[in-house]
């Protein structure tokens, strides 16, 4: 009878990620690091906008080929007003709006 309780655990862990929206910046080629951490900074300041984490970029020199920010509390208006912050630097080639549960 032990296995129930895991398994509604896994579920509720399912359930949680269910409806969560991201939003995932992708940068034109020679972006540096530096433009990349600038951008996430400036863009992350709307309510419901969250930048994800950076992980230690010596071990990950990759990890910000794309920058995701979680929108899943955020209205239209505060991801439009991302969308308007990210346009203004030019090393922003565009956002795509997904659902977390869509990676692969």
Request: aromatic share 6%; proline share 6%.
């Amino acid at each position: 009878m032990l296995a129930a309780p895991v398994l509604l655990g896994g579920c509720a862990e399912f359930d949680a990620s269910l409806g969560q929206q991201q939003a995932i910046v992708s940068f034109k080629p020679g972006t540096s690091t530096a433009e990349r951490l600038a951008v996430r900074a400036a863009c992350a300041k709307p309510p419901g906008v969250a930048a994800q984490a950076v992980p230690d970029l010596k071990k990950y020199p990759y990890a910000l080929e794309e920058l995701t920010y979680t929108v899943s509390k955020a209205s239209n208006a505060q991801i439009a007003n991302l969308s308007k912050c990210l346009g203004a630097f030019s090393s922003v080639e565009g956002m795509t709006l997904q659902d977390s549960s869509d990676d692969s």
